[in-house]
């Protein structure tokens, strides 16, 4: 686990410097698989319907609720080097 973690590091600072900006639902499912990765399930209750941003983000990491730790981190790793690839650094 320790190396997978090392790698959701890396990759996610990889992710930030990529050359064209990735559409905002790649963004997302980033997002939810990485607070899945080092948070586990979701623990905070939905945000108000006039929070936009917040309650995407709150859908993403909540549509991962039940995947475990490594199974989030090696989904993001994934993710991430397809991201990485597509839009260049």
């Known amino acids: 686990m320790r190396d997978l973690h090392t790698q959701i590091l890396k990759h996610a600072e990889k992710v930030k410097t990529v050359k064209s900006r990735p559409a905002d639902q790649e963004l997302l499912d980033l997002y939810g698989l990485y607070k ?3 948070a586990g399930d979701i623990h905070t209750d939905e945000p108000g319907m006039l ?3 917040g309650k ?3 859908k993403a990491w909540d549509s991962r609720k039940g995947m475990s730790k490594d199974e989030a981190m090696a989904a993001y790793i994934s993710l991430a080097k397809e991201i990485i ?3 260049g650094l």
Do not use: G, I, N, V
């Open 36 to 38: 899945q990765a080092t």
């Open 51 to 53: 929070d936009l941003k």
């Open 56 to 58: 995407a983000k709150w």
């Open 85 to 87: 690839s597509k839009y």
